[in-house]
């Protein structure tokens, strides 16, 4: 394992301190354990990014899409239990599509 140093202000230290004590740890067992939750938190937030992403690439270059109530019908049927088929993707019409693709180049240009 390898040594970190870190400057705290004197009121953060005593924060963790308290409450390292309260969970019976001690400060740097805490410190770590924060430190990894907050990697773990940033890097599922970059996959979510980076999904998000490439799913909206996929839909500027076919124009797939699902619906609100498509979604939410098959998410509501997997809470219940039950084993719905996937909703099927939706296809913009050709000038819909066109639409998007422009408004997805002039917010790429701000």
Partial sequence: MSTTTIRLPEELKARVE???AARGSTAHGFLVEVIAQAADQHE??????????????????TGEYLTHEDLREYAMALA???????????????????????????????
Avoid: C, S
């Fill in 80 to 110: 219940r239990g039950e084993k719905p088929a996937r909703p099927l993707p939706r296809t913009m019409a050709p000038d819909e599509l066109a639409r998007l693709r422009a408004r997805a180049r002039r917010a790429d240009r701000t």
């Fill in 44 to 61: 599922r937030r970059n996959a979510f990014l980076a999904e998000a992403e490439r799913r909206w690439k996929h839909m500027q270059r």
């Fill in 18 to 20: 308290r409450l390292a």
